[in-house]
């Protein structure tokens, strides 16, 4: 499976600063100097087990958005191309994904990390259920 990476920064919402992007970007890497939003994909695939067809796995987007109440949450676009072309769009909605503060998402960068992988395995659970 080929997996591209749509950006090599951590997407933020346009409420949130770009001081608070490169804050929870930082807590990501020093958590896990390693971060690689493909590598998260590629392991909820692995989990989530085999889909029919799939040929590649596209990241558009990632990072968080801004939420009520100073908190974040997991912001996710994903294109699924399986056999013959046919493309299958998958993205965050803010009704259906869990959030964190601001605060946890900036200082811990484990939680942070965990709550993109959490959102990626709903998405995926979403469309294959």
Known sequence: MDSVLGGADVAIGIAIDEGIAK???SA???NNPGFSMTAVVENVLHEHGKIEGLQSVIIDKYGFQAMPD???APLIELQLIKNGGIVLKLKSSRDSTSSITF???K???ALAEQ???QEVKRLLTHAFP
């Open 23 to 25: 804050d929870i970007e």
């Open 28 to 30: 990501i890497a020093t």
């Open 103 to 105: 605060i946890q998402a």
């Open 115 to 117: 709550q993109l992988s």
């Open 70 to 72: 100073d908190e974040v």
């Open 107 to 109: 200082t811990e960068g």
